[in-house]
């Protein structure tokens, strides 16, 4: 049956360049059988014992809904709940295999990361940059995470930064926003170059 946390407790280890981050293996889940509707239980990681998050997911038809707790800098917890649909392809051998939609872009992954307030994917995230070429907006982008980790704020570029970190100046915070905001602004005339979408100024 497979009620509320029986026997469905788990913990991921696992070495990738990405290990310090909370993410989800949609693989993983299908092998533990977690994906059959109506499933529900939760997922815990831990680094070195100590828990690093607790998540609680319930199957639902094509999908799942992940709750849990989320705060920034040391501020308030707030609840947040978020769905995730999926996806299936057919496999050469019979069968099928199933995959996360990013809730950000929609591409079609295995593994989410919970690096911000929600489980997105790694390019929504940009977990994997370094080696690859850089491009203009990769550049933006990481300048405004940059902002963003210095500020506390979340690694969503989508959610507006707006608690200024303790112990920071005003003007120090005002700066660094309007310069995000900035770099925010010509990413957008770049993304909006691609799409044929021209902005004034
Ligand atoms: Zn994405």
Redesign the pocket.
């Given at each position: 049956m497979g009620g509320y946390g029986s026997g469905r407790r788990s913990s991921w280890g696992g070495k990738t360049t990405t290990e310090s981050q909370r993410r989800i293996d949609i693989r993983w889940m299908k092998r533990q059988g977690y994906l059959r509707a109506g499933t529900m239980g939760n997922l815990i990681w831990s680094n070195r014992g100590e828990q690093t998050g607790l998540i609680t997911y319930s199957m639902v038809e094509e999908g799942m809904v992940l709750n849990y707790r989320y705060r920034i800098n040391g501020g308030e917890w707030q609840p947040v709940e978020q769905s995730i649909i999926f996806d299936r392809t057919p496999c050469n051998y019979g069968g099928h295999r199933t995959w996360f939609r990013?809730?950000?872009?929609?591409?079609r992954?295995a593994l989410l990361y919970g690096a911000g307030k929600l489980f997105?994917?790694r390019?929504?995230y940009d977990l994997a940059y370094g080696s690859q070429q850089e491009t203009m907006s990769d550049r933006l982008m990481r300048k405004q995470r940059k902002i963003r980790e210095r500020l506390g704020a979340d690694m969503d570029l989508f959610i507006p930064i707006w608690q200024k970190p303790k112990g920071m100046h005003w003007k120090t915070f005002g700066r660094l926003r309007q310069e995000e905001n900035r770099t925010n602004y010509r990413m957008n005339v770049i993304m909006g170059k691609r799409l044929g979408i021209y902005f004034d100024g």
């Amino acid at each position: 049956m497979g009620g509320y946390g029986s026997g469905r407790r788990s913990s991921w280890g696992g070495k990738t360049t990405t290990e310090s981050q909370r993410r989800i293996d949609i693989r993983w889940m299908k092998r533990q059988g977690y994906l059959r509707a109506g499933t529900m239980g939760n997922l815990i990681w831990s680094n070195r014992g100590e828990q690093t998050g607790l998540i609680t997911y319930s199957m639902v038809e094509e999908g799942m809904v992940l709750n849990y707790r989320y705060r920034i800098n040391g501020g308030e917890w707030q609840p947040v709940e978020q769905s995730i649909i999926f996806d299936r392809t057919p496999c050469n051998y019979g069968g099928h295999r199933t995959w996360f939609r990013c809730p950000r872009c929609g591409k079609r992954v295995a593994l989410l990361y919970g690096a911000g307030k929600l489980f997105l994917c790694r390019h929504c995230y940009d977990l994997a940059y370094g080696s690859q070429q850089e491009t203009m907006s990769d550049r933006l982008m990481r300048k405004q995470r940059k902002i963003r980790e210095r500020l506390g704020a979340d690694m969503d570029l989508f959610i507006p930064i707006w608690q200024k970190p303790k112990g920071m100046h005003w003007k120090t915070f005002g700066r660094l926003r309007q310069e995000e905001n900035r770099t925010n602004y010509r990413m957008n005339v770049i993304m909006g170059k691609r799409l044929g979408i021209y902005f004034d100024g």
